[in-house]
């Protein structure tokens, strides 16, 4: 596989979605959780997907309970969670896990194109370290993302540009979606 285009994932309906049918678009496919102290990074998500939406972005939503259990409900029950508390109306994906032998094959990939380089300095980027480090052995070497709202940048030609850690400043994140539509 030579870039997402070449992926087939399945909506939160359980039809399969051909990620072709975003060719020309500026990615960033993210893994979610309703109950992760990331979570509230929905807000940004949405608020950068309505102002962009128009210059060609696209903002892919996979739920995963990988992470200390914390996207537990339904494919539905998640959808009326994030489009009541924080109004989101980006595309949602049913829940998948990106770690180990089950791991769905695009987060695989995109793991690959961009492996993980760290969380960052600091005693909160240590502290997370720590917890995911815990969580992680059970995949082993197929831990590809190390915690919730692990974001990836996908220009318009499909290929992977950027990955960014959930304890990356989302006006960081922004600013290189904004980057990426200019080209």
């Not at 052995?137 to 831990?143: C, E, L, N, R």
């Amino acid at each position: 596989m030579s870039t997402v285009y070449d992926f087939t994932v399945k909506d939160r309906k359980g039809n399969q979605v051909s990620l072709n049918e975003y060719a020309g678009k500026v990615l960033l496919i993210v893994n979610t959780a309703t109950g992760c102290g990331f979570t509230p990074h929905y807000e940004p998500l949405e608020a950068m997907y309505k102002e962009m939406k128009d210059q060609g972005l696209e903002i892919l939503d996979f739920p995963c309970n990988q992470f200390a259990n914390q996207a537990p409900g339904s494919e539905d029950e998640i959808h009326q969670f994030c489009t009541l508390k924080f109004g989101t109306d980006f595309p949602q994906f049913a829940k998948i896990d990106v770690n180990g032998e089950t791991a769905d094959p695009l987060f695989a990939y995109l793991a690959a194109e961009k492996p993980f380089t760290g969380f960052g300095k600091g005693l909160k980027n240590a502290a997370l370290k720590t917890f995911t480090d815990m969580n992680n052995k059970q995949f082993g070497d197929k831990a590809y993302i190390k915690w919730n709202f692990t974001k990836f940048l996908v220009n318009r030609e499909g290929k992977v540009v950027a990955r960014f850690e959930p304890t990356v400043d989302m006006a960081e994140v922004r600013a290189a979606v904004a980057a990426e539509l200019e080209k």
